[in-house]
């Protein structure tokens, strides 16, 4: 009866795994074909998409393709873990068959026993009859339609209207011009904006003749770029910018200009004292003396006519505000600015050489003579730095010195305020305030430079920095403090 029971259990077992094998053959068929149909709906959908998605269409293909080999090797392991298991399944029931026949009790007993415990062991029992994966394959399925309303919304890219410049948003500061602008309707395809500046001594529109060149800056993505390191040797800059998208630019704004003044000169290399040599905004002491040049200077003012160069001539503000010196002479080794100040507030800096022995930077009046030296004089302000064998740092006025107990820094930066009766030193780069004078100018008043060992390098066209004027204006609203050097000139 045990036995019977057994034999049963395998007819019932086998009857299972045959018809889970053809569950798992109709499975694999299924995968196939739903894996054709998801290829078939997929070249439908691509076909209704633009070529550029072909590519797409071979990486989702293959994709399925993946998905249903995947399905398919696991559905094949499993049916030959089941084939496997049938077969050892059919051996056991056959040889239970034959024990069936056995005549000997003891025999029938001794088999009974050995097919129970192979039954017992038999994989067939082992076996999960429910597949490990489904022949499903909506997963993999795609919907364009949202892609097709898109595709069939796409136009030609329209071009892009002008943005506008927000004046009341740009800044100008420190050297630098930030430009704000805005479009005048939002667009969501603009991809950069392109500004061009250039810089003019016109207010205004731009003119046609006597213009610099546009100067460019290109893949701006924000509506704000600020222009930096700029030196302000004109007065004004006009500003524009265009909008650009993947195909084309539009049209400029219209130019806007902004005011850019600041002062600017260079260093008079005609009155400067003959062991200097003067480049521009550059002056280096010469240790010949100057022998040569003169020897040089001599034959060419011979060759000179009377005829004034144009560079040089009477009506330019230069040569008015130079005017008609002799060199400076003996110790005074000086060299003034070829540019007066006669108004406003005006800021440059100067920077030293390392090795550099002595040096003085200030301002003075035109009727500084070809001996004085800067600060010895009633009409002549500066500071004076002097690093001969120990370094001293003062302030000189009227042949009279004040000794700064602060370190010399590398770059100093000069503010004059004309009106505002005062000259100021800061360090340029921390815009710490080394000395003030306060006193009321009657003059107009030049740039004023002493080198000996060593040499100066000038930057001009430099605009008066927002420290310097938040410090201006915290001093004057406490009222400041007053030189010992100071006077009403």
Request: glycine letters at 6%; hydrophobic letters at 35%.
């Amino acid at each position: 009866e045990t036995l019977q029971r057994i034999v049963s259990t395998l007819v019932n077992k086998n009857d299972e795994i045959h018809n889970f094998i053809d569950m798992l053959n109709h499975t694999i068929s299924n995968v196939q074909v739903n894996s054709s149909n998801a290829i078939s709906e997929l070249d439908e959908e691509f076909d209704g998409l633009y070529s550029v998605l072909h590519e797409m269409k071979g990486s989702m293909a293959n994709t399925i393709q993946q998905e249903e080999a995947r399905k398919i090797q696991a559905l094949q392991d499993q049916l030959s873990q089941c084939s496997r298991a049938l077969e050892s399944s059919e051996e056991l029931l056959e040889l239970a068959v034959q024990s069936l026949d056995i005549k000997n009790p003891v025999e029938l007993l001794e088999a009974a026993r050995q097919i129970k415990d192979s039954v017992t062991v038999a994989s067939a029992f082992r076996l999960s009859l429910k597949p490990k994966v489904s022949d499903s394959m909506t997963h993999m399925m795609v919907d364009f339609a949202l892609e097709k309303r898109m595709l069939q919304a796409v136009k030609f890219l329209p071009v892009p209207k002008a943005p506008e410049i927000d004046i009341a948003a740009c800044l100008v500061a420190d050297n630098c011009i930030t430009v704000s602008w805005r479009m005048p309707e939002e667009d969501s395809r603009i991809d950069h904006f392109v500004l061009e500046y250039r810089k003019t001594n016109f207010d205004g529109l731009p003119r046609l003749k006597g213009e610099q060149h546009w100067e460019l800056v290109d893949y701006i993505k924000a509506t704000q770029y600020t222009l930096s390191g700029l030196k302000f040797d004109t007065k004004y800059m006009n500003i524009r910018v265009q909008a650009c998208n993947k195909a084309v630019a539009g049209e400029y704004s219209d130019p806007v200009t902004l005011e850019t003044k600041a002062f600017v000169f260079s260093l008079d290399s005609s009155s400067s004292h003959l062991n200097l040599k003067v480049e521009d905004t550059y002056v280096e002491w010469d240790p010949t003396g100057g022998k040569g040049q003169e020897k040089i200077k001599g034959k060419e003012n011979k060759n000179r006519s009377n005829t004034a160069s144009p560079k040089r001539s009477t009506n330019s503000p230069r040569a008015s505000a130079r005017g008609s010196r002799d060199r400076f002479a003996g110790e005074s080794y000086t060299v003034l600015g070829d540019t007066a100040v006669e108004s406003g507030q005006h800021y440059w800096e100067v920077r030293a050489q390392k090795d550099c022995k002595s040096y003085s930077m200030g301002v003075t009046y035109r009727n500084l003579g070809k001996f004085d030296q800067l600060g010895r004089t009633n009409s002549s302000w500066c500071i004076h730095i002097n690093n001969w064998l120990q370094t001293t740092f003062s302030a000189k006025h009227n042949n009279k010195a004040k000794t700064l107990d602060i370190p010399v820094p590398d770059r100093i930066g000069v503010y004059c305020d004309f009106d505002g009766g005062q000259l100021s030193f800061y360090d340029a780069n921390s815009k710490a305030l080394l000395h003030t004078f306060r006193t009321k100018f009657t003059q107009p008043l030049l740039p004023g430079f002493m080198i000996w060992c060593g040499g100066l390098t000038v930057s001009t066209g430099l605009q008066v920095p927002s420290a310097v004027k938040t410090l201006q204006k915290s001093e004057n609203g406490l009222g400041g403090s007053t030189s010992s050097l100071n006077n009403v000139a």
